[in-house]
């Protein structure tokens, strides 16, 4: 078992690895919109908050050597569900067929102020 970081993603907001590699499997921890280099929000609106989430999630990916293609499994929160349409639509810009299983969750905060948070389960071993 080994924890995966990457500066391309932010820093941990608590006692948390950004990923734990175990064998074939990467569990990604939750990333909220932060931008790495200055550890603020990317915006107020969801679309530009999506956009970072997915990049911090592409960062972790990488840094374990894999890509969005290898989700198995993710889940999203959101502050505000009518965001729903507006974050999937960004969502499948990141992901392609066949997608990973999600669900999709509101909640009534999310740290630092995000508006969209995601976390995920990534396979590393061969198809």
Do not use: C
């Not at 790495?36 to 990916?61: F, S, Y």
């Not at 997608?99 to 909640?107: K, S």
């Amino acid at each position: 078992m080994e924890g995966v970081y990457t500066d391309q993603a932010p820093a941990a907001v608590g006692p948390y690895n950004q990923g734990m590699r175990i064998g074939n499997w990467l569990y990604l921890s939750a990333q909220i919109a932060l931008v790495p280099a200055t550890e603020r929000l990317a915006g107020t609106m969801v679309g530009e908050q999506t956009h970072q989430v997915m990049k911090n999630i592409g960062a972790i990916l990488r840094a374990a050597g894999a890509d969005y293609g290898r989700l198995i499994k993710t889940t999203l929160y959101l502050v505000n569900m009518s965001d729903f349409s507006e974050v999937n639509a960004i969502y499948s810009l990141y992901v392609q067929q066949p997608y990973p299983a999600r669900a999709t969750l509101g909640v009534s905060s999310l740290p630092k102020g995000s508006l969209v948070a995601l976390e995920g389960i990534a396979w590393l071993g061969k198809e």
